[in-house]
């Protein structure tokens, strides 16, 4: 099982590389490839910050009751983000027109990490006002 700090380690390190990628497109990037291309990494940027802060609100949540779609909904957000900004980095790098048919694998693993999230959410226990955590206790007196 990964360590929550772990997934927000890896939601800061993508955050940080993010920035750096939008300020080398931003500054490296544009007039050297065209427009399109220019489009598709900024794209790559923008996907990958959003799931750097998924990461970060992965890495922030209790473990329990629901752990196992914590753990998933970051190792899908961990490939999806390889697999999607990563696909489309390069395709804006090289022009490899093939690299766009790996993208929406990475789409999916990301719609898949929002779901787990989801449902892991959804499906948490309300917090109990008297002991301020997600178990019960007997009722009655």
Same mark, same amino acid.
């Given at each position: 099982?990964?360590?929550?700090?772990?997934?927000?380690?890896?939601?800061?390190?993508?955050?940080?590389?993010?920035?750096?990628?939008?300020?080398?497109?931003?500054?490296?990037?544009?007039?050297?490839?065209?427009?399109?291309?220019?489009?598709?990494?900024?794209?790559?940027?923008?996907?990958?910050?959003?799931?750097?802060?998924?990461?970060?609100?992965?890495?922030?949540?209790?473990?329990?009751?629901?752990?196992?779609?914590?753990?998933?909904?970051?190792?899908?957000?961990?490939? /999806?983000? =390889?697999?999607?900004? #990563?696909?489309?980095? $390069? !395709? &804006?790098?090289? %022009? *490899?027109?093939?690299? /766009?048919? =790996?993208?929406?694998? #990475?789409?999916?693993? $990301? !719609? &898949?990490?929002? %779901? *787990?999230?989801?449902?892991?959410? =959804?499906?948490?226990?309300?917090?109990?006002?008297?002991?301020?955590?997600?178990?019960?206790?007997?009722?009655?007196?």
């Amino acid at each position: 099982m990964i360590e929550r700090r772990t997934f927000a380690a890896i939601g800061a390190g993508l955050a940080f590389i993010g920035v750096a990628g939008g300020a080398f497109g931003a500054h490296f990037l544009e007039g050297r490839v065209s427009g399109e291309l220019l489009d598709v990494f900024e794209t790559a940027v923008e996907y990958q910050m959003y799931h750097a802060f998924g990461l970060l609100l992965v890495g922030g949540l209790s473990p329990q009751p629901h752990a196992a779609l914590n753990q998933w909904a970051g190792k899908l957000f961990v490939v /999806g983000t =390889i697999v999607f900004s #990563g696909s489309l980095y $390069l !395709l &804006a790098l090289t %022009g *490899a027109r093939w690299l /766009g048919a =790996i993208t929406p694998i #990475g789409g999916v693993c $990301l !719609l &898949a990490g929002w %779901g *787990a999230l989801c449902w892991s959410l =959804i499906s948490r226990p309300k917090m109990d006002a008297q002991t301020g955590d997600g178990t019960s206790r007997p009722q009655g007196g």
